[in-house]
């Protein structure tokens, strides 16, 4: 067993924080108060690689692994967990959807902007009525004139107003029930086809959380992504990779959490003090670090295990319940985190001029987003019990 990570992972650790701090971190709370989309970056991400991280660099991807993913997400989100969520649903959902089940021609005219950065993804599963059981998706695809006519609304798209590809399910045959909900591609400017509302929301405020709207929305034949029938079925194989996502996205706002703590801890004194010579405040800081660590062994393997069926092909095993673990537990150690640090901030913990309190909001969303607590134990315990 290796726990070491490679020269060329570190390499990128470095090269991504290093961005994050300069070119992100002066921006954060600004970002924040304003809902500011932070599409002055989305160049400089592209630049670096970081919108293709997982796809081969035939199709203009990093050609990197998960490891390298989570490595990303977790470093971008250790600044804003924004800017995590917006590269995470770009690269693992979108994008990747597109790369796993499109044909070598959609690959070409979408995958390879998308992963270049030249585009933006977005993908749409959660509907108003079918969130935690998205196979009661509404939204319709009905055959017309060599193609789909689609309607329905989809709620909580990530980068909703800002993509210029948007993956989304619909229903093509109702009686079949979740072998009958298909994926389709639809792109930015497509008559019938636009963001709704955006979502006034607790945390990761500068990222886009839009509805998503299709009002007799007419895409071509070309335009179905995968098997007719099969798109919430290739949704869930979709979501085991995300979950690796959303787990780096809590596990870099933890990080990012106790290193505000600690370093405050050290310099706020009380009694004559620095509180960090407390045991109460040295307890809760070994907790934070301990909780830290365990999450991102769980993590780091969860990702291994993917890159070894990115390398392995079918005969791989499957990741479903390592990278349901991993998100399950990455995210609810990231939210007993963020509180511990907003109490070593004490009343500073409560305000806006520190860091503690945006940590706090935003980690909230890594225990909702892509399959919640609850829905990541059922997985687990389907997997853990062999149904
Ligand atoms: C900021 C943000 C970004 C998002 N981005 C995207 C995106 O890009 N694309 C996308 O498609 N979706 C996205 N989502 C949607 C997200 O995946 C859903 O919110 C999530 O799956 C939960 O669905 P819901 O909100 O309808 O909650 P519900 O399903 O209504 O759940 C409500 C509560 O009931 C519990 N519950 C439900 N069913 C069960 C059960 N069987 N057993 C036990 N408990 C249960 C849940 O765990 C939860 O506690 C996003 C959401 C947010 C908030």
């Known amino acids: 067993m290796d726990f070491q990570l490679t020269d060329e992972q570190e390499q990128l650790r470095r090269s991504v924080r290093k961005f ?8 954060v709370m600004e970002w924040d108060e304003a809902s500011h989309f932070p599409q002055e970056i989305i160049p400089q991400l592209a630049a670096m690689g970081l919108l293709g991280v997982i796809f081969p660099e035939k199709y203009g991807g990093a050609g990197l692994g998960y490891m390298e993913y989570a490595i990303t997400v977790e470093e971008l989100s250790r600044v804003d967990g924004s800017v995590g969520i917006i590269v995470a649903a770009h690269n693992s959902l979108c994008t ?3 790369y796993k089940f499109g044909t070598e021609e959609q690959r070409q005219k979408y995958l390879v902007p998308l992963a270049q950065g030249k585009k933006l993804g ?3 599963l959660t509907e108003p009525e079918a969130g935690s059981d ?3 998706t509404r939204s319709s695809a009905t055959r017309k004139d060599g193609g789909w006519v689609l309607n329905g609304a989809k709620t909580f798209t990530t980068n909703g107003h800002y993509a210029d590809v948007c993956v989304g399910m619909a229903v093509t045959d109702k009686s079949k029930k979740s072998h009958g909900i298909s994926a389709f591609i639809i792109e930015k ?11 006034n929301k607790l945390g990761l405020r500068a990222s886009d959380t839009s509805e998503v709207i299709f009002d007799d929305c007419f895409v071509g034949a070309d335009n179905l992504l995968g098997t007719e029938g099969e798109g919430f079925v290739n949704s869930l194989q979709i979501l085991d990779g995300g979950r690796i ?7 870099g706002m933890a ?3 106790f290193e505000a703590a600690t370093k405050y801890a050290k310099q706020r004194k009380q009694f004559g003090k620095p509180i960090a010579d407390f045991q109460a405040i040295q307890f809760k800081l070994a907790d934070m670090a301990t909780e830290i660590e365990a999450a991102r062994s769980l993590l780091y393997r969860a990702a291994w295990m993917a890159d070894r069926a990115l390398q392995q092909g079918a ?7 390592e990278s349901s673990m991993a998100k399950l537990f990455a995210s609810e150690v990231a939210v007993r985190v963020a509180n511990e640090a907003v109490q070593v901030f004490g009343g500073y913990g409560f305000i806006k001029d520190y860091p503690a309190e945006k940590y706090y909001r935003d980690v909230k969303l890594c225990t909702i987003g892509e399959g919640t607590s609850e829905i990541q134990r059922l997985v687990i315990a389907r997997q853990v019990l062999g149904k």
């Not at 994050?20 to 921006?27: L, M, R, S």
């Open 20 to 27: 994050a701090e300069a070119e992100i971190a002066p921006h």
């Open 96 to 98: 990747n959807h597109i």
């Open 122 to 124: 977005a993908w749409s």
């Open 134 to 136: 998205a196979g009661g």
């Open 189 to 199: 400017g497509t008559k019938g086809f636009r963001p709704g509302k955006k979502e």
């Open 245 to 251: 996502s959303i787990g780096a996205l809590a596990l």
């Open 255 to 257: 990080q990012g959490a």
């Open 315 to 321: 005969g791989a095993a499957p990741y479903t319940r």
